[in-house]
């Protein structure tokens, strides 16, 4: 079975840039969420999708936008990029069940300049 | 915020030794607690997880002890190994309807031959 997909794994904007990170979770999973990490703050949630409704979303301004589609797949977006943005980004997804396990993919670095 | 506060922040540990990262929550309403491990270049993986109604899980050379009323948790993996050379993150899930994770800064441990 294969894992969850994320794409791109690595890019480079500037600043006032925008984004798009995408997400292909694994083959039955209907939740997907998103965590950004960085060293100095740790892996943090951004939002969590569940059947193309977002059920909840991190401490994050509005620059940071996501959606879920029919196939379960999800892309998040970040506007008008700051240099603070720059971390890894990662997808999770689950089964929904009662087990709560996240599985992640392997995140994509994105470096602001 | 509901906060999962963990520590040390770096550990170095010889070979065959035991290896204690501990964490403390705040939200009683907790209801999940996963410790994921996490190699250089992956998404972090779920390496352990157990409930509040349960003090001490354990699942071959890892075990999580519980304690509900100090709310912490700890990580002991016994006869460390180089190959356990990692950062642990552990986490708390908030309520049911929900996976966001709250995760703590992480821990990254050193197995030294």
């Known amino acids: 079975k294969a894992g969850v997909t994320q794409t791109p794994r690595y890019l480079i904007k500037t600043r006032g840039q925008q984004v798009t990170l995408s997400c292909s979770p694994i083959s039955g999973h209907r939740s997907v969420s998103w965590y950004q990490q960085t060293p100095g703050q740790g892996l943090q949630f951004l939002f969590e999708y569940f059947s193309e409704t977002q059920r909840n979303k991190g401490n994050f301004p509005g620059r940071f936008s996501g959606r879920q589609f029919s196939n379960s797949r999800s892309e998040m977006n970040v506007s008008t990029l700051e240099l603070g943005d720059s971390a890894l980004y990662l997808c999770?997804?689950?089964?929904?069940?009662?087990?709560?396990?996240?599985?992640f993919g392997e995140g994509s670095r994105l470096t602001v300049l | 915020q509901q906060q999962v506060k963990q520590s040390p922040q770096s550990l170095i540990v010889q070979k065959g030794g035991i290896s204690i990262i501990n964490c403390a929550y705040e939200?009683?309403?907790?209801?999940?607690f996963p410790w994921y491990q996490q190699f250089p270049g992956k998404g972090p993986a779920l390496l352990i997880a157990i409930r509040p109604d349960v003090s001490e899980k354990k699942e071959g050379r890892f075990t999580i002890s519980f304690n509900k009323s100090a709310k912490q948790f700890s990580l002991h993996i016994m006869d460390s190994q180089p190959g356990d050379s990692a950062t642990y993150f552990c986490?708390?899930?908030f309520g049911a309807g929900s996976y966001q994770l709250t995760f703590g800064k992480g821990t990254k441990l050193s197995v030294i031959p």
């Open positions: 939200n009683t309403a907790f209801d999940y």
């Open positions: 999770a997804s689950s089964l929904n069940t009662n087990t709560g396990e996240l599985f």
């Open positions: 986490a708390a899930k």
